[in-house]
């Protein structure tokens, strides 16, 4: 079975960084690009970032572009999304995605449960 | 940026009633679609991808429709479960792209 758990969402001041981890299981990590998506409270999904299945390409929404670095470690088996200069506007559930096949589509399945970051003074 | 626009919002309706949602996009995305639905307090689940493939284990209750700039979810007997928000995407260009969701409510 597909498992990917988030970690790392907490309260951060604005300007402030946080790193979320995704740790993924049951599935040959490797062969599958990645992404975050986000959610603000009580609203609408929104992409953040994608990558390839081995690192190389990212790609990144423009509201995060120069702020947030996502990255993988495939002996691990991990995502993560390094989020820097953070803005209220940042606020949101923060999930983990896996690319539906392993011939990239950039649609997303499974997703994890997700993670909470609350950006605020 | 293709925006991706849904309607209605909400959508009241019971159990066993067909659900028609529409996803109509601001240029043409081929058939490059999904829908999702998310329940309250969970992520989001797949359920079509390329405009009308059922994802796995998806009930045949659950259809897709359209191409380039008008998309159909339907819904043909909605069950309990099935009350939730649904969200398109589309895949054609960067950026990745969701609509705002349309809410399936109980009546």
């Known amino acids: 079975e597909v498992q990917l758990v988030e970690s790392g969402g907490d309260l951060v001041q604005p300007g402030g960084s946080l790193r979320l981890s995704c740790a993924a299981s049951g599935f040959t990590f490797n062969n599958y690009a990645m992404s975050w998506v986000r959610q603000p409270p009580g609203k609408g999904l929104e992409w953040v970032s994608t990558v390839s299945s081995s690192g190389t390409n990212t790609y990144y929404a423009d509201s995060v572009k120069g702020r947030f670095t996502i990255s993988r470690d495939n002996s691990n088996n991990t995502l993560s999304l390094q989020m820097n200069s953070l803005r209220a506007e940042d606020t949101a559930v923060y999930y983990c995605?896996?690319?539906?096949?392993?011939?990239?589509?950039?649609?997303?399945?499974?997703w994890g449960q997700g993670t909470l970051v609350t950006v605020s003074s | 940026e293709i925006v991706l626009t849904q309607s209605p919002a909400t959508l009241s309706l019971s159990p066993g009633e067909r659900a028609t949602l529409s996803c109509r996009a601001s240029?043409?995305?081929?058939?490059?679609l999904a829908w999702y639905q998310q329940r309250p307090g969970q992520a989001p689940g797949l359920l079509i991808y390329d405009a009308s493939n059922r994802a796995t284990g998806i009930p045949a209750r659950f259809s897709g429709s359209g191409s380039e700039t008008d998309f159909t979810l339907t819904i043909s007997s909605l069950e309990p479960e099935d009350f939730a928000v649904y969200y398109c995407?589309?895949?054609?260009?960067?950026?990745?792209?969701f609509g705002g969701g349309t809410k399936v409510e109980i009546k």
């Open positions: 240029r043409s995305v081929g058939r490059y």
């Open positions: 995407q589309q895949r054609r260009n960067w950026p990745l792209t």
């Open positions: 995605a896996k690319d539906r096949t392993s011939v990239t589509t950039y649609f997303f399945d499974p």
